[in-house]
């Protein structure tokens, strides 16, 4: 299976409902669009909520603890899981669905 391109993951998957899945942690946002408290940081031994931050419209995040961060869902995707842009474009199709 071909992975779909990046623009198609991007569209076809929200980040506010992206994040939810990935960080179980992360507290409702409070308001519909922008940045928010991502909850803990899967990055490091994170103890303190809200050293993650996440954008619920572009799904770019930050950690202000640790450092790590990213423009975009993808590369979330890979920072947290260790792999190629590639196949995390194969692995967020098949989690959520999206055809090429
Ligand atoms: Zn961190």
Redesign the pocket.
Known sequence: MNAPDVARIKAAISPREFYRVELPGMPAPRRDTGWTSGGL????Q?THVG??RVQIDTGAFH?F????KGGDIVTFAQARYGITFQDALKSLAETWGVRA
């Open positions: 940081c899967p990055f490091h994170d050293n993650i950690c603890s640790c450092g790590t």
